[in-house]
């Protein structure tokens, strides 16, 4: 009887050392993996994102693929604010900002500028 229990015991054991550990941090890593966190590839100030395209290659064959605008981040001084702020923007929009100035812009695309 007594036996047979431990042999039973060595039997669990035994299979228990081939099977991945069930921590908390292994469940916490399952579920990060389940859900990336990724950062927005928009405009702040236009709401420009990602364009819809097609790579046609000599034997014309379509693959797709995505084109991202040219986002970068930058510090403008606001004067109505009296403070920097920081957004990211796309290449076009900074040009349009330095035509109009920031609040203008902002005023126009209806951005508020306090949340940056």
């Not at 060595?10 to 389940?34: D, E, I, Y």
């Not at 994102?49 to 097609?54: C, D, H, L, T, Y």
């Not at 920081?86 to 040009?95: E, G, L, Q, W, Y």
Request: aromatic share 8%; glycine share 4%; charged share 20%.
């Amino acid at each position: 009887m007594l036996a047979r229990v431990l042999l039973m015991l060595c039997a669990v054991v035994g299979a228990a050392a081939f099977h991945a550990p069930t921590w908390p941090a292994a469940s916490l890593s399952a579920s990060r993996s389940s859900s990336p966190i990724q950062m927005s590839r928009v405009c702040d100030m236009t709401g420009k994102s990602a364009n819809n395209a097609n790579r046609v290659t000599f034997s014309n064959k379509h693959n797709a693929y995505r084109q991202y605008p040219n986002l970068q981040t930058k510090r403008f001084f606001s004067p109505e604010l009296n403070r920097q702020v920081r957004m990211k923007v796309a290449c076009s929009t900074i040009r349009t900002i330095r035509k109009l100035g920031i609040d203008a812009t902002a005023k126009k695309y209806g951005v508020d500028l306090s949340k940056f």
